[in-house]
């Protein structure tokens, strides 16, 4: 069998297969090999490899950068936290972690070179333990995150924005299943979180919703491990939904807004908090505002309405998109900081996952004609402001108009 090749690091490849929801067979038949020989070369505690000659065909097939099986991957995370674990979903998950696996990829390309904001996220757990948390102790953290990063109690216009300005790095993708809306997890060698969100469900308080679930998780979650997480999953998803509705909708400031606790008085209000009518009833039902019975009667008008499947104003409300790591890329490639092919390589994905990841444009990424040069303008030196200025030709790229 011929040697195979140094360095090459198993969980890359793992990942990058998950990425494109592939199983070993599926893999294994791309690339001429049987399944059992891709199971060796993914799993750490086997010495087999790749050989050289197989490394573009990998790499082809799971569309990255051959450099991408080379890269050292850190393995300290805290668990990601996923809205369903039913088990028929675990491609689909496998699918969104690796994906958030290609985020911080280009998260550590771009750190090389851009100084993303500090991570600003106060320890409110103070050491207590997740299972010990009461319903007053979700709404006070919530408050308290509000306190520290000093936004009042106010609607939130633009809640990425806040998210992002705390440090935690945010994407979006298309996840692939509706009944996954993102996930999220720290980086302890990083000491950094990550969120991806879903792009399957294009509603603007759908969005703000996921981000703010998983901005729960970052915040009150981060010691939990994944066997808690399988032991306690029904529990850490009510909390994380009981902060995201008070860190949305602070009780005081909301209720003065609510003239009665109907759905057209939630519905009249929904513009303002950008928060759907669903997600009120579950926030007053959280405040004890009214009883299991009324909530029943609320749910019951709310489906003979037909709001189930879309909310009015849904089709109105923007969709915030996180900018920091497409403002990076553009500030990077803008300015000649690297090339296109320098910071595909760095990363090690591909150019339309980098686009998919980050939301910037994909004409940076397609190569400009060989035989044209765009030149810049510049400001005119002193020198010529004797110059006439009655021209009506100008000279722009060496091209005249």
Sequence with gaps: MPAGVEG??????????????????????????????????????????????????????????????FKPLEQEHSASFFRSLVGELELMRAKARARLGFVEAIEEAISNHIELPDVDIPDLMEGHDFLSLRKEDIEFAANSLRDHWDIGDGPIDDLLLVIENAGIVVAEDQIGSPKLDGLSRWSFLKERPYMLLAQDKRVGVR????????????????????????????LIEEQAMMFAGAFLL???????????????????????????????????????????????RLWQYYSYRKWRSREPLDDVLEIEKPQNLKDSIEMMLGDNIVTRDELVRDIGISRADIVSLTGIAGAYFEPAPDNLVRMRPKIREASDSNQTNSAEIFTLGGRRR
């Design 207 to 234: 969005r703000r919703l996921d981000a703010a679930h998983e901005l729960a998780h970052i915040v009150l979650h981060k010691a939990v491990n994944q066997k808690d997480l399988q032991e306690n999953f029904k």
């Design 250 to 296: 602070p009780a005081e400031a909301y209720e003065d807004d609510i003239y009665s606790l109907s759905l057209d008085a939630m519905l009249s209000v929904k513009s303002k908090w950008k928060v759907s009518v669903a997600a009120q009833i579950k926030r007053l039902a959280n405040l004890d505002k009214f009883s299991h019975d009324y909530e029943r």
């Design 8 to 69: 090459f690091v198993p969980s890359r490849l793992k990942m990058a297969r998950e990425a494109r929801a592939m199983r070993q067979g599926e893999l294994a038949s791309l690339i001429d090999r049987v399944p059992p020989t891709i199971s060796k070369w993914e799993n750490e505690d086997q010495s087999q490899r790749p050989e050289p000659a197989v490394l573009p065909r990998l790499a082809d097939a799971l569309q990255v950068e051959t450099s991408w099986f």
